[in-house]
């Protein structure tokens, strides 16, 4: 039995500065900025030397923003520590705009009984109803689940619940019961099951 072909995830550009116009994630790393050393090069002057990177994981693809002067973003919205890239995901590069899209061949389907996200309605759904949560919670799951199979640092955490920086001795106790509360809330749409991994002295991971 001949073993099929494998399937990469691609990267097309969405303006001229970005060269080339298309590229496919072959490669263990793809590095992202203005040196012409990068696997993708953008000539904008607010892009950093070398801004983001993304890691292939066999067949899943993360964002990272290495250091960059103004950022990195998904869907217009700064990333805070890698990002698990999903299909049609629209990444820019020291400001919103989308300057790169991310196209997966082959897509995850997400069966009926997990945890997912109606954009339109802003609900999450796990199982056959939406799950009741505040807003502040529903922002603290986005977060977690945005970045979905990586590390979310507490200090991420922080920034996507409230807004500003995380102080330890300020907002610890209240972070902890954040996401003990969210993790209940979880525990009882999925027959006991724990969604939200702790990795002490990291973060925590949403486990899908």
Sequence with gaps: MIAPEPTYATLKALHPDVQPASFTLTSEVCRI???????????RTFVSRLHARIEREIVRYLLH?????????????????PHLLKD???????????????????PTSVPAGLLRYDEQRLLFFLGEGPLELSVAQTRLLRHLYEHAGAICTRESCAIALW??????????GALDRAINGLRAILRRANAGAELIKTHRGQGYELVL
């Design 163 to 172: 807004g500003q920086t995380y102080e330890p001795g300020r907002d610890a």
């Design 33 to 43: 900025g203005r040196a012409p050393q990068c696997q993708i090069v953008v000539a």
């Design 88 to 106: 049609r995901d629209q990444i820019g590069l020291g400001s919103p705009e989308p300057l790169l899209a991310f196209s997966d061949p082959d």
């Design 65 to 81: 923003d290495t250091g960059s002067a103004n950022g990195t973003y998904v869907n217009q919205r700064r990333i805070q520590g």
